[in-house]
């Protein structure tokens, strides 16, 4: 595959939740910089972490899709700035280093927020990732930024009611389930 197509694939595999084309597309010691804001199971290397990626996100947005706008390659890198798309259907988990987890209540809202994605590839496969993403951009568009009144009350009753602590909880589960689920592929 060409270094283009394994970015597509790439976000094929993310959109879909697709172990195969993960698999196709990964590399066993893949290592994915952005998992320090991700549930634990999301910094394995390799399709695992992917995967487990890949199913925290699913368990938050519906419709999740990545459109690429375009795509640079040179060597052993690739940078592509892509749109990524979806609708917050569920609660949205984020971990901060050295924090406690954060949950966000479902909006129902859609957002549409650009992303540069960089990529290293070793042995025709990603084998690093790095990305500067709209996160502002996005918790705007889902109605959790600026936190007004609004945003404020559907915080407080999501922590009151202990829906926050279940969906960190379940947050943490699903990326393990999609880790686990992972095709496991020796180290080249």
Same mark, same amino acid.
């Given at each position: 595959?060409?270094?283009?197509?394994?970015?597509?694939?790439?976000?094929?595999?993310?959109? =879909?939740?697709?172990? @195969?084309?993960?698999?196709?597309?990964?590399?066993?010691?893949?290592? =994915?910089?952005?998992?320090?804001? &991700?549930?634990?199971?999301?910094?394995?290397?390799?399709?695992?972490?992917?995967?487990?990626?890949?199913?925290?996100?699913?368990? @938050?947005?519906?419709?999740?899709?990545?459109?690429?706008? &375009?795509?640079?390659?040179?060597?052993?890198?690739?940078? @592509?700035?892509?749109?990524? $798309?979806?609708?917050?259907?569920?609660?949205?988990? *984020?971990?901060?280093?050295?924090?406690?987890?954060?949950?966000?209540?479902?909006?129902? $809202? &859609?957002?549409?927020?650009?992303?540069?994605?960089?990529?290293?590839?070793?042995?025709?496969?990603?084998?690093?990732?790095?990305?500067? $993403?709209?996160?502002?951009?996005?918790?705007?568009?889902?109605?959790?930024?600026?936190?007004?009144?609004?945003?404020?009350?559907?915080?407080?009753?999501?922590?009151?009611?202990?829906?926050?602590?279940?969906?960190?909880?379940?947050? *943490?589960?699903?990326? &393990?389930?999609?880790?686990?689920?992972?095709?496991?592929?020796?180290?080249?």
């Amino acid at each position: 595959m060409s270094t283009e197509e394994i970015v597509s694939t790439l976000f094929a595999a993310l959109e =879909n939740d697709d172990a @195969a084309l993960a698999a196709a597309s990964v590399h066993p010691a893949h290592v =994915n910089y952005m998992a320090a804001d &991700e549930p634990p199971a999301c910094t394995q290397p390799g399709v695992p972490g992917f995967m487990a990626t890949s199913a925290w996100l699913h368990s @938050a947005f519906a419709q999740l899709r990545f459109e690429l706008i &375009e795509m640079a390659a040179a060597g052993d890198r690739a940078i @592509a700035h892509v749109w990524m $798309r979806g609708r917050q259907a569920a609660p949205f988990v *984020i971990f901060p280093p050295d924090g406690r987890p954060v949950a966000f209540p479902p909006t129902g $809202r &859609e957002f549409a927020v650009r992303h540069c994605h960089v990529f290293r590839f070793r042995d025709g496969l990603a084998s690093e990732h790095i990305a500067v $993403r709209d996160d502002l951009g996005m918790m705007t568009q889902l109605g959790h930024l600026p936190p007004g009144p609004a945003a404020l009350a559907r915080m407080a009753r999501f922590q009151l009611s202990g829906q926050a602590r279940r969906a960190v909880a379940s947050a *943490i589960k699903i990326a &393990e389930r999609g880790a686990a689920a992972a095709p496991q592929t020796a180290v080249r």
